[in-house]
Nanobody, 119 residues
Framework: QVQLMESGGGSVQSGSSLRLSCAVSQFTASLAWFRQAPGKEREGIARIRSIGTTRYADSVRGRFTISKDAAKNRLYLQMNSLEPADTAMYYC????????????????WGLGTQVTVSS
C-alpha cells in the first residue's frame, strides 16, 4: 500500500508561481500529477519514471516541472506562469508499472490540494 499526501496549494494571481509537494510512503515505477477542474475530467499533467524520465501534457509543458527527492520521499510540481485555466484540484498518484498520463494506470492517489488562480 502506497500512501500519498499533497500540500502547497493556495490562491494566487495570474503569472505567479507555486510549488506543490507530495509526501510518498514508497516510490514506485511511475509517479504523476493530475488535476481536475469543476465539471471537467481528471487530466494527467506530468509524470516521472523511476529512472527520472519525464512527460508533460501540452497544457503545461514549458511552465510546469515535475521532480522527486528520494532522500525526502517527496514528489514536487513546480508551477510557473500560472493562468486562471490552471485552477483545479491537484492530485499526486503512483503506478506500479511504466505508466503514462492516463488516470486508469494509477492505483494510489492522494486526497488533493486546491490551486486557484485569479486574473
Amino acid at each position: 500500500q502506497v500512501q500519498l499526501m499533497e500540500s502547497g496549494g493556495g490562491s494566487v494571481q495570474s503569472g505567479s508561481s507555486l510549488r506543490l509537494s507530495c509526501a510518498v510512503s514508497q516510490f514506485t515505477a511511475s509517479l504523476a500529477w493530475f488535476r481536475q477542474a469543476p465539471g471537467k475530467e481528471r487530466e494527467g499533467i506530468a509524470r516521472i519514471r523511476s529512472i527520472g524520465t519525464t512527460r508533460y501534457a501540452d497544457s503545461v509543458r514549458g511552465r510546469f516541472t515535475i521532480s522527486k527527492d528520494a532522500a525526502k520521499n517527496r514528489l514536487y510540481l513546480q508551477m510557473n506562469s500560472l493562468e486562471p485555466a490552471d485552477t483545479a484540484m491537484y492530485y499526486c498518484a503512483a503506478a506500479t508499472h511504466g505508466a503514462e498520463l492516463l488516470s486508469a494506470e494509477y492505483i494510489y492517489w492522494g486526497l488533493g490540494t486546491q490551486v486557484t488562480v485569479s486574473s
